[in-house]
Every structure is written in C-alpha cells, then in structure tokens.
C-alpha cells in the first residue's frame, strides 16, 4: 500500500501512530463502515452524554444539537466525511440542520420509527403477558393505552370462557374512574390532567366515581403514593379494579396492566392480586427497556409461579356483565 494511503486510513480512524494497519475492513468495502459512522452520528446525537460530550441530552420537543467540528472531534473522524454523512441523513430526515446556527440533531423519523417500535413491542409483550397473568392471578387481565381522555385496551386475557367476551380489544373506558386510566395519569401535574379531562367530561361512571376535577386530583395523588390505583364500584357498582403504570425507555408512562372482578372475589385477595398486578406491570415495563427494571436473559421466561386457585364469588353469584373485568 502507498504512504498516502496509509496516511489516508489513519487520518480516517483519528489515530497518530503509523504502525496500524491501513487495510480496510471488509464491512468498508461494502459500505459497512459507513454505515457504522452514520450509526455512531445517529447515537451521539441521540445520547450525547454516552459518548462523553455531557450536558443535557434534550427533549423530544427540543433536542440537544451539535456542530459537524464538534461531532468530528468527539467520534475522531475527518470533518468533510462526517459533513457528507450528515447530509446524506438530513436527506433521509434522520438528522435536521438548524437554520439559524447550522447545528444537527435528531430528526423528527427516528422519533416516528421509534414510537412504532415501541407500540408494536408492546402488543407483542402484552399479548404473551396477559395470557400469562390471566393463568397465574385466576382473573381476566388488560393492557391498556391512553387514547385522549380514554383508556383503550389493546391487549386482554381471562382464564375461564365465562369471562371471555367479543369486542374487549379496541374498547374505550373513561381514564377518570377506571384503575388502568388513572395509573397512566401518574405523571401529570394538575394542568395536564385538565387538559385531557375537561374537554370530554368524566362521563357516566359507577356511584364511587370521582364527579370533580379536584376529586380526580386528589385521587391520583393517593394512588401515586400507593403505587397502584385501586377503582372500587367506580366503573360501575360491584366492580373492583386494580392497575399500574408501564413506563417504555425513557420512563415515560405509555400504558398500564389492570386486573378486574367482582368486589366479593377481589377483595379478599386485594394484597395479592396487587403485587401480580406490580409484577406484571415492571415486566412488561423492562421488556420496552424502561430504565431501572431488570430485564430477563435472553430465553429466559418469566419467574415460575403458581397459578392462584380463583375464589368463587360470594352467593348470590354475580352474573357477567359486558362491564365485567373492565379496569
């Protein structure tokens, strides 16, 4: 090889010593390494304090943003390949360039591909976790996202036929009175509560249903504190529900796990029936990489645990409803 060529690879890695060899790896010549450097670009921009530059990493509305000198400089490439690459992206709508300082940061795709990672990682998660939850709590379970001021099921299990139903996926419940719904209001201040709940109303609920904003608020807080919501004849009378929030990558609160029944076959196992509801809410949470979870080896299955024997509800039994199990 030539000395400008080998001169060339080791300006390209940003390394000073002569010695290194020049040859190019074999994921280079098929643009492997590109790749790589545009990959390196995306994450630094994406997590800047990962790659050592500190300082906030920004928000969704606002992202932290860099100058082609300093991405060059942090990941030790040659500023006119960085240049090319990040127009190449700005291109794609991966990166966007600011018009006023001329700085890059994430662009408004990744975050899109990202929300529908997310979304689908969770149907996937929560359709195996509701079958399995269903099995070992002895009562029907739900997974639920925030749609407006509702609370949407997107994923639902029972473990005998008599509770199984035609329609529960897709199916709207107010967040208000529902344990689903206010555990996915955990994070929000006052305002933001407001905001989703005012324009739709709290609607037509059970007779132990908040009927104020203030009395949501108030009832958020002591679910907040406790760690899980509890709705008790709220969502109609009879009903007792128990939900917790699941936080995806970032932290933020993206759906929740209920479990609901009669009040006469919860409530006696209320304790129990909580922690399976915890449980499944920090595995689901972990599957989505929420920080602070632990999350399984790979081909690792959930903790074995026996299926609880369901208590059969207190006579009179109390028929099934079409607002049975709702959460």
Request: with cysteine.
């Amino acid at each position: 090889m030539s000395p400008r060529a080998s001169r060339g690879a080791a300006q390209e890695d940003g390394s000073t010593t002569p010695t290194r060899s020049a040859a190019p790896a074999a994921g280079d010549a098929s643009g492997g390494g590109q790749v790589h450097r545009a990959l390196a670009i995306l994450e630094l921009l994406g997590d800047p304090e990962s790659v050592g530059l500190g300082g906030p990493a920004g928000t969704v509305e606002a992202p932290t943003a860099f100058g082609v000198v300093e991405i060059a400089r942090t990941l030790g490439r040659d500023k006119s390949q960085v240049s090319r690459l990040l127009r190449l992206l700005a291109d794609a709508g991966f990166v966007e360039r600011e018009a006023g300082t001329l700085r890059y940061r994430i662009g408004t795709r990744l975050f899109s591909l990202g929300v529908r990672a997310v979304s689908r990682r969770l149907r996937d998660e929560a359709d195996a976790l509701v079958e399995r939850e269903a099995a070992l709590l002895g009562e029907r379970v739900e997974v639920c996202v925030r749609s407006g001021g509702s609370a949407m099921t997107v994923s639902t299990a029972a473990p005998d036929s008599e509770l199984r139903a035609i329609g529960w996926v897709g199916r709207t419940v107010p967040l208000s009175c529902t344990a689903g719904g206010r555990a996915m209001l955990f994070d929000l201040d006052t305002a933001a509560v407001a905001r989703l709940i005012v324009p739709e109303g709290l609607g037509q609920a059970g007779p132990a249903a908040p009927r104020s904003l203030d009395e949501l608020v108030v009832r958020i807080a002591e679910d907040r504190a406790r760690g899980h919501s509890i709705a008790r004849h709220e969502m109609d009378r009879g009903l007792l529900a128990v939900g917790a929030p699941v936080r995806d990558a970032a932290g933020a609160v993206v759906a929740a796990v209920t479990v609901g029944g009669p009040d006469s076959r919860i409530d006696p196992v209320l304790a129990e029936v909580s922690a399976g509801v915890l449980r499944a809410a920090a595995d689901l949470s972990a599957a989505l990489g929420a920080p602070g979870t632990p999350v399984a080896p790979s081909g690792a299955g959930p903790p074995s645990r026996t299926p609880r024997q369901r208590r059969p509800p207190t006579p009179p039994p109390v028929p099934p409803t079409r607002k049975e199990g709702v959460s």
